[in-house]
């Protein structure tokens, strides 16, 4: 897939789920992103570890607001008034924001992380104009700083289990992080010794591939421009149904003309 018809799509993604409260679009926009991740990762690429940050993020945003936030009518719990911030009653309410807020957090989340996961970094890098080099080859930096992270953490907890390390509590847990850490930015010392062997920066960016544009690319733009602009239309004449928990809970309301748009974000993840 093009780099830039991706960014389109995210980018499509991101509006139509921040521009309305409604949980069912905000559901449709995050299923429409797990859908474009899980069909079109790269096959060296290991989605459930961001997925599984994702979850822990949304997890940790509805038990805050569950916690935190107390209107609502119904009651599930009820907690000391004299606990700091948490104390008073516990309402569905305030967890089924919660939630709301969560799903919104994980399709911006899940959208964005697919650049990484289903281009190459390098296409990334290539995809910025040539007044953008710089910008683009930190970029391209930042985005394998955390995979080369993740491996190095895997090969010292590795090697540490080998050698009879064990977890004991948190403290235990420098014997591996502080090693993956150092391995990280040696990584990224070589990273810079080869670019400046390379004369990084002393003349004009070269390519060693060019992406191409597609039928498929044009149709994943013409749909997220068609579905982002379309939903944008109908929040401005009013036409996207209003959701708000609070004071009783409600099923979310649907309608015709968002809902065409938020399946348009789907197209770009099952095109051949």
Do not use: K
Not at 22 to 46: G, I, Q
Not at 138 to 158: K, M, Q
């Amino acid at each position: 897939m093009n780099p830039r018809a991706l960014a389109v799509w995210v980018g499509a993604v991101l509006l139509v789920s921040l521009a309305s409260g409604n949980p069912a679009f905000r559901a449709l926009t995050l299923a429409a992103a797990l859908a474009m991740v899980l069909l079109h990762r790269r096959p060296e690429v290991r989605v459930m570890p961001a997925l599984l940050a994702v979850g822990g993020a949304c997890l940790l945003a509805i038990g805050l607001t569950f916690l935190v936030n107390h209107t609502g009518a119904t009651a599930l719990l009820v907690l000391p008034s004299w606990l700091p911030a948490i104390g008073g009653r516990l309402t569905l309410e305030a967890g089924a924001y919660g939630g709301n807020l969560a799903l919104g957090m994980a399709a911006c989340f899940v959208a964005g992380t697919s650049l990484s996961l289903v281009a190459e970094p390098y296409q990334l890098v290539d995809s910025l104009p040539g007044l953008l080099s710089r910008t683009a080859a930190a970029l391209g930096a930042a985005l394998t700083l955390v995979p080369r992270l993740g491996h190095s953490f895997l090969a010292v907890r590795e090697a540490q289990q080998l050698r009879g390390w064990r977890a004991r509590g948190v403290r235990s847990w420098s014997a591996v992080v502080v090693p993956s850490v150092l391995t990280a930015i040696e990584g990224s010392v070589l990273l810079a010794e080869a670019m400046e062997a390379r004369a990084f920066g002393s003349g004009r960016r070269s390519n060693l591939t060019t992406t191409s544009w597609s039928g498929a690319d044009l149709v994943t733009v013409l749909a997220s421009v068609l579905g982002a602009g379309g939903f944008m239309a109908a929040v401005v004449m009013g036409l996207v149904p209003a959701w708000q928990p609070y004071p009783d809970l409600t099923v979310p309301a649907l309608s015709g003309l968002p809902l065409g748009c938020c399946l348009l974000l789907f197209v770009p993840a099952f095109r051949r």
